[in-house]
């Protein structure tokens, strides 16, 4: 069979017949239940109107008083993001009980046997609940805008970001349900955890609130781009995740913490190795060698082998700093006055270690080392639970920053090649190597939520990760980070200085 014949195979009419079999019945389970139906179409029609009631209050007894009265008009937007996400919300049970509740009653394994692929069996149930929560969050729209005034309406462009953005939000809430409802063995704890996605939805609403009532809504378009981006990343680890057997073999949810230290430790140790020469042969005062020689030469290798993508995708993301830092220069440029280079003395650098700038690291070696340790320490945590994308977005920003820097400084009359090795290449030599490493393992952390390596669990390939950048952080990192901060306090102002300096 040619490729167009397996295509129409695995995407033909029959094929999309079977998915839409299975659209329709879970439709059909969720329209027949009304203690789902009532809560949502309840608020989905009572939350609009508390909205509008809410709106003309603080109109009326607040606004008027303190004589904001404009910022009512800012509010009408904001208020149709929240009567679409309300509903959305709440419809958010379709979804966390697609599989969990199956399970609980007693229909999982015959839905498992009928002749559908995997791949429909995850898409007619996301599908399922994705129908409802639109629908009431459409409706919750469309209500709202009925009983507001003709004149507080607002214009077509705004409508069609609060309508996308709903549609974004429920895409990514459903995805996200639908996986947990995978992973988890009963109702209650689907619900339970579905608050790792209402609770960053809601931040996200809060976000686009604040950039509503700041007159920014153009930001919301990127916004938008990141929920599309996320949903692919959720649905791209939904089909990664979804097995039949483990469906079927998964029992109870159980934490090992035995079982889990165990694997950390089996992916955290490395062998002895000595270029060939058997470490037992070694003299006894000299075998400690084959240790660091087995860390250094064979095991780290193998760890940056296993991120090659990872390292790509940063090198590329740091790219793209550059431009934005160029992107800023052109629009913000600083009069000449603002970066006196010529002006630098002792003095300067004296400040600098004695800043009283609580967000500002002292200029020490303990300051300079514990600020950078912190920032990619906390990449890691922000990559875990973003996909890997917040570990770069982390290290993009001081390369920008450096970027429109060196920018400024040629368009009033500097060289900025001279520039950037006085002022960031000293240390940055040692420092830079040391930050890419450590956000691309921390961007391996979260981006094995969506595709885990080969023959191994996401439990288990993320502890790989994990036990990879523990490793390499303070083998590698750490020390290079050390050095770099020696450099940056003691020798990068001297050579400043040199050829700044007065």
């Keep these: ?124 149930k996301t599908l399922a609940a994705l129908v409802l929560p639109l629908i009431a969050g459409f409706t919750g729209i469309a209500f709202y805008l009925l009983i507001l005034p003709p004149g507080a309406r607002p214009d077509s462009l705004t409508l069609l970001q609060a309508v996308l953005l709903t549609i974004g939000k429920a895409l990514v809430m459903v995805s996200g349900a639908v996986i947990v409802s995978t992973q988890t063995t009963s109702v209650r704890a689907a619900n339970l955890l579905a ?119 940063v090198l590329i993301s740091l790219l793209g700093a550059v431009g934005i830092g160029w992107d800023f220069a052109t629009r913000f440029r600083l009069p000449a006055e603002y970066l006196p280079l010529d002006k630098i003395t002792k003095e300067t650098f004296s400040q600098a270690s004695t800043s009283t700038i609580s967000w500002l690291p002292a200029f020490t070696f303990w300051g300079v080392l514990g600020n950078n340790v912190r920032s990619l320490t906390l990449a890691a945590l922000l990559g875990t639970f973003s996909f890997g994308s917040l570990a770069a977005l982390l290290l993009m920003i001081p390369i920008a920053i450096i970027a429109y820097a060196a920018f400024q400084v040629a368009w009033v009359g500097y060289d900025p090649f001279t520039f950037v090795m006085t002022f960031v290449m000293p240390h940055g030599v040692l420092e830079l190597p040391a930050a890419i490493i450590a956000t691309a393992l921390a961007v391996r952390l979260g981006a094995t939520f969506i595709a885990p390596p080969r023959g191994m669990t996401v439990g288990e390939g993320w502890i790989q990760a994990l036990a990879d950048f523990v490793k390499v952080f303070l083998a590698v990192v750490v020390p290079l980070l050390a050095i770099a901060a020696v450099v940056e306090v003691a020798l990068t102002p001297a050579i400043v200085l040199a050829v700044y300096g007065r």
Aim: net charge positive; glycine share 6%; charged share 20%.
């Design 1 to 124: 069979m040619n490729a167009t014949g397996q295509a129409h195979a695995l995407f033909g009419s029959g094929w999309w017949q079977q998915t839409m079999t299975l659209f329709r019945r879970e439709l059909r389970d969720s329209l027949r239940d009304w203690r789902i139906l009532f809560p949502i179409f309840t608020m989905t029609i009572l939350f609009p109107i508390l909205m509008r009631f809410a709106t003309g209050f603080l109109e009326s007894s607040f606004y008027e008083r303190w004589g904001a009265e404009g910022v009512t008009i800012r509010l009408f937007p904001l208020m149709l993001l929240m009567v679409g996400f309300l509903p959305v919300s709440i419809s958010l049970v379709i979804a966390l009980e697609s599989f969990a509740g199956e399970r609980e009653r007693l229909s999982l394994e015959p839905l498992l046997a009928a002749p559908l692929s995997e791949l429909q069996l995850y898409l007619g």
């Design 195 to 313: 608050s790792f996605i209402v609770v960053p939805m809601a931040l996200l609403l809060q976000g686009e609130s604040l950039l509503i009532l700041q007159g920014w809504k153009n930001v919301l378009w990127y916004i938008l781009i990141f929920l599309v981006v996320a949903d692919v990343m959720l649905v791209r680890m939904g089909l990664r995740l979804f097995n039949r057997e483990e469906l079927l073999g998964r029992e109870i949810d159980e934490l090992n913490l035995r079982n889990l230290w165990r694997t950390f430790w089996r992916h955290l140790v490395w062998e002895r190795w000595f270029f060939g020469f058997p470490p037992e042969r070694l003299p006894r005062g000299l075998r400690w060698l084959s240790t660091w020689t087995g860390l250094y030469f064979r095991d780290i290798p193998r760890v940056l082998r296993r991120s090659w993508l990872a390292l790509t995708l």
